[in-house]
């Protein structure tokens, strides 16, 4: 079954407007968490990830939190560009075990209309 | 190589073929991860290699699914008897170590389909 469930699965949204993307898991031992963004006909790209003991990080329109208490972490893209279309996918590991696997969601495609 | 490299780019074989994907991770990387992206849904983590062994295969689907990796660089998937069902994407990517936390680094993948 799938560890992290990622929604929605698509979303258009205006130039300029925000995109938000939430994931939610179970596995209480997960503390960091990747987004990757996928281009089509592209492999997926670290976009930006939270490291342990950090609730939120931004990078540039990036912006990514994590609420350990409710097992849920969002992505915010501000000012969202026709160039941020793309596919997102979160992604949720231990980085304190060997737990070298990704538990990845199941993909968000953003639809950024000009 | 700059980046982790995948060929073919895309295969298309008949069905009950069998098929050979090949994965070139990036340089020094001990880690190495295949996984598999079917349309519209995320990706599926099939099988992990840290040097040339495969401590985690539990990903494969079946036993017509089976990895190698040589010299601690290069992989091949090879998937016997190809059904359609086995239509997909085929993503390599790897990492510096294999630590949780640490960067796994994507090809652009291998576009299989079974006709």
């Known amino acids: 079954q799938q560890q992290v469930k990622q929604s929605p699965q698509s979303l258009i949204v205006q130039k300029g407007g925000i995109s938000i993307i939430n994931c939610a898991y179970e596995?209480?031992?997960?503390?960091?968490f990747p987004w990757y963004q996928q281009f089509p006909g592209k492999g997926p790209a670290l976009l930006i990830a939270?490291?342990?003991?950090?609730s939120e990080k931004k990078e540039g329109r990036f912006t990514i939190s994590v609420n350990k208490s409710a097992k849920q972490f969002s992505l915010h893209i501000m000012d969202s560009q026709p160039g941020d279309s793309a596919t997102y996918f979160c992604?949720?590991?231990?980085?304190?075990?060997?737990?070298?696997?990704?538990?990845f969601g199941a993909g968000t495609t953003v639809t950024v209309r000009a | 190589g700059a980046g982790v490299s995948q060929s073919p780019s895309n295969k298309v074989t008949e069905k009950g073929k069998d098929v050979e994907l090949r994965c070139d991770p990036i340089?020094?990387?001990?880690?190495l991860y295949w996984y598999r992206q079917s349309l519209g849904q995320g990706l599926e983590f099939l099988i992990y290699f840290q040097g040339n062994s495969a401590p985690d295969k539990s990903g494969l689907p079946s036993d017509r699914f089976s990895a190698e990796r040589t010299g601690g660089s290069v992989s091949t998937l090879t998937i016997q008897r190809t059904q359609q069902e086995d239509s997909a994407v085929y993503l390599c990517?790897?990492?510096?170590?294999?630590?949780?936390?640490?960067?796994?680094?994507f090809g652009p993948g291998t576009r299989l389909t079974v006709l």
């Open positions: 990517a790897s990492s510096s170590s294999g630590l949780g936390g640490d960067t796994q680094y």
């Open positions: 596995n209480t031992a997960f503390d960091y």
């Open positions: 340089s020094g990387h001990t880690a």
């Open positions: 939270i490291r342990p003991d950090v």
């Open positions: 992604a949720a590991t231990s980085p304190y075990s060997n737990d070298y696997k990704l538990s």
